[in-house]
């Protein structure tokens, strides 16, 4: 029998960058494949340059908030955030971090590791670095889909929901597929 | 199968109310109840619905205006934040008297947190003091949930009921069903009742004692009776909840591996408790562990004092959200087990601040510019944040800008030495609960400035429309309200307006005006700029102006301290201090070129 999926994903970045963009894409992935989903989100006075967090879960939970150390996965548009929100990740969760890799604040987190700044700036889309840092995790988790924690979704659903979402609009389309899949078959990601 | 869409809290009860008929909804934006009203307008456009909905002048009108829906047998709704309702208590108070026709709900969205509110109050209180039935949801899936049994709730018994949120329902989202919307189909017909619409105090005292009835047997209403989640389980420990609180409990409750062993009862109506619910748990029960937002609402109703733990007996933080890993360690004190202390570290990040462009920093500079050492009241919205730049003194509540500089006024008037005062507060605001008081002013002939923030929107909360904007909730053309023609219908002599990207121009406006105010009475400033970030008045932005820092910048760090502007960026390392523009976050409003006082701020070429 195949255990029921019952994923916490903590997304941390800061304003600007996307982060409830990727949350959302996330959830509308779970709704496809017939999940329930929970998505929190800090509002009010966080505005551009600030911090920026979001709770997903995955799967028959309650409560809309995950604890510290309960997180399934970490999906970190900004390194130095790792040292705030690293607490919410349970031992042997996976964490994929924006961020070279020798610009990683010291913790006991192992983290894959994408620059997706430069990468972003290569595919000439500086504002696509929350879809590059997605295709990556992606890319991660097909590595390990026996691991418990592996991502709830793939590459295919995730393209999926973009194509419903930008069904109207082709141009937004390509480019936001095209930073799914440059992170997704990024080095590193093989 | 129905569709099921990924819905915010607030989403999910504007369906919840659209699904159930209501047919006029209200409301006065306000975190986090703001997004509740654009949803059922939504929601409203997106299906053809034959519905009023409106953003009102306040909460007190919002209130009126359903509830004289409600009066001609309509469902009815209004919605808003918890600080709002205290605006909108007077027409309450007496509505539950008089009860209603077509079913009413009062959404009151609290915060605990408090996240972005003055207070941390507890509308379940306001009910209470009411005498009106409350539903505490615990996500956005139970709170559509819960307009259908507020609805029942209140046509069964002629009252209104309260639905009361937190921010975590309110903002999170989840998968939600979408169920059939009915097109309203209900009479509308007013029928006159005058010893009920219109009591006098000796039919007040009949109504109260109704009231008091209806409130009997709402505390035995089957469908809204507390859930017992876990019949199995047995022990002489009990742990009830409700709200977000519950929702987190549950959880925990069953990854500690007590849920085979610790009766959970969830509580769907804090108010009135169900009396067998009672009698029940203190009956059956040595120890109750109560969990709840914000106050101790279902504890004070559980009489049994020594049976019962929580706020009062300080097992429950009686201030602040209720973390679920803060239940955690309640829980686990509770039933006696080890649990480590866990928690999320405090993010040092910079202090909120007025976004990069706005023109309120630019308002603000001006009035410290023109005022060197005056007392600066000031009000609700973004604006608060003018406290970084030491033009905000005081921030009270809706309106108060203007009746505090009234009151500093009055206080001073007999002293040798006179403050200036200089009131800031915005445009909704003004609407709000400025307007009395401006009337107030007016006619004890206060001495002081009203500087009025015209930004053209309710910018904190979302860029809600104001009076002012000719729009409704569906963009649908409104009448449109002259700012100026207010002031002046005020009796205010002095009105001027002008544009504080024009620094200079504007600071000599507000000396004049301050002059003005020492010898003849108010006098009012309208400081018109549009939001920075409102996208729908893109068209009356000034032009780019480029700036950049001459290499003659020494480090003084005046303008970051005076102005803190987000683009301005100060550096200090061993050999050299000074300061940069951040590109980004630049908008060109070009107001910094006239702060730094050695002239390092130049217009590039």
């Given amino acids: 029998m195949v255990e029921p999926v019952r994923q916490q994903i903590i997304i941390s970045g800061i304003g600007g960058q996307g982060v409830l963009f990727v949350t959302r894409l996330l959830a509308e992935a779970a709704i496809g494949k017939g999940l329930p989903v929970f998505t929190s989100e800090t509002h009010g006075m966080a505005q551009r340059g600030g911090t920026v967090l979001s709770h997903l879960k995955v799967g028959g939970f309650s409560s809309p908030l995950i604890r510290p150390l309960q997180a399934n996965g970490l999906l970190v548009l900004k390194a130095e955030n790792v040292l705030q929100h690293g607490a919410f990740l349970k031992s042997g969760g996976w964490a994929v971090v924006n961020g070279r890799s020798d610009a990683m604040p010291q913790t006991n987190i192992s983290a894959d590791t994408i620059d997706a700044d430069t990468l972003a700036q290569k595919i000439a889309n500086p504002k696509s670095i929350n879809l590059i840092v997605l295709g990556f995790a992606l890319a991660k988790a097909e590595q390990t889909p026996e691991h418990q924690d592996s991502l709830f979704c793939s590459f295919e659903d995730i393209k999926a929901v973009l194509e419903s979402r930008f069904s109207k609009n082709k141009e937004l389309l390509d480019a936001s597929l095209k930073a799914l899949h440059a992170g997704f078959s990024a080095e590193g990601a093989e | ?605």
């Fill in chain 2, 1 to 605: 199968m129905n569709e099921r869409r990924l819905l915010l809290g607030n989403e999910a009860i504007a369906r919840g109310l659209v699904e159930n008929g209501c047919a006029i909804a209200t409301s006065y934006p306000g975190t986090p109840a703001s997004e509740i009203l654009a949803a059922v307008a939504y929601f409203q456009k997106e299906n053809k619905l034959s519905m009023h909905t409106q953003w009102a002048v306040n909460e007190k009108i919002a209130f009126e205006i359903a509830y004289a829906g409600c009066q001609t047998g309509l469902r009815t709704a209004v919605s808003m934040k918890q600080v709002g309702l205290n605006v909108a208590s007077d027409p309450l108070m007496s509505a539950a008297y008089m009860g209603i026709k077509g079913g009413f709900i009062v959404i009151s969205a609290d915060d605990p947190g408090p996240h972005s509110s003055q207070t941390e109050q507890d509308s379940r209180l306001m009910a209470m003091m009411a005498r009106i039935p409350v539903l505490d949801p615990d996500s956005p899936h139970q709170t559509k949930e819960m307009i259908g049994m507020a609805y029942a709730i209140s046509e069964e018994y002629n009252t209104p009921v309260m639905l009361r949120p937190t921010t975590r329902v309110c903002h999170a989202r989840q998968d939600i069903e979408l169920d059939y919307i009915p097109q309203n189909g209900r009479e509308v017909k007013f029928e006159k009742d005058p010893t009920r619409w219109a009591a006098t105090p000796r039919f007040r005292f009949h109504l109260h004692k109704a009231l008091e009835e209806k409130l009997m047997a709402v505390s035995q209403h089957a469908p809204t009776e507390p859930l017992r989640h876990n019949p199995e389980a047995t022990s002489s420990k009990a742990i009830i909840s409700s709200g977000v609180a519950a929702a987190h409990s549950r959880e925990i409750i069953k990854e500690l591996n007590l849920w085979q062993q610790i009766p959970f009862y969830q509580v769907l109506q804090p108010f009135p408790l169900h009396t067998q619910f009672i009698e029940h748990v203190i009956n059956a029960y040595e120890e109750i562990l109560v969990i709840e937002e914000t106050m101790g609402v279902i504890e004070m109703q559980l009489a049994d004092r020594h049976r019962v733990k929580g706020k009062m007996t300080n097992a429950v933080p009686r201030v602040g959200e209720l973390y679920p890993e803060t239940i955690q360690d309640i829980v686990s004190q509770f039933v006696g087990i080890q649990s480590e202390k866990l928690e999320i570290p405090f993010a040092t990040g910079r202090r909120p601040t007025l976004c990069a462009g706005c023109p309120h920093r630019a308002s603000f500079f001006a009035i410290k510019k023109a005022v060197k050492k005056g007392i600066y009241t000031s009000d609700i919205g973004c604006y608060t944040l003018g406290l970084n730049l030491g033009a905000v003194d005081t921030v009270l509540c809706m309106g108060a800008a203007i009746s505090q500089a009234c009151g500093f006024y009055h206080a001073y008037k007999r002293q040798k030495k006179r403050p200036d005062i200089v009131a800031t507060i915005g445009d909704s605001t003004f609407f709000h609960a400025g307007v009395p008081a401006l009337v107030d002013a007016v006619v004890q002939n206060v001495r002081f400035v009203l500087v009025i923030l015209d930004n053209r929107t309710t910018a904190m909360t979302g860029s809600q429309p104001t009076p002012a904007s000719g729009l409704g909730p569906c963009g649908e053309p409104l009448e449109a309200l002259d700012i100026k023609t207010l002031v002046r219908g005020c009796g205010v002599k002095f009105c001027e307006e002008g544009d504080p990207y024009q620094i200079k121009e504007f600071t000599a406006l507000v000396k004049k005006a301050v002059k003005y105010s020492r010898e003849h009475g108010p006098a009012v400033i309208i400081s018109r700029y549009p939001c920075i970030i409102d996208a729908a008045r893109k068209e009356e932005k000034a032009e780019y102006i480029p700036v950049e820092i001459t290499e003659d910048c020494d480090g003084c760090g005046y303008c970051i301290k005076h102005f803190e502007c987000p683009a301005l960026l100060y550096h200090e390392d061993e050999d050299e201090k000074f300061v940069s523009i951040d590109r980004i976050l630049c908008t060109g409003c070009g107001v910094c070129l006239n702060v730094c006082p050695k002239g390092s701020i130049v217009e590039k070429k």
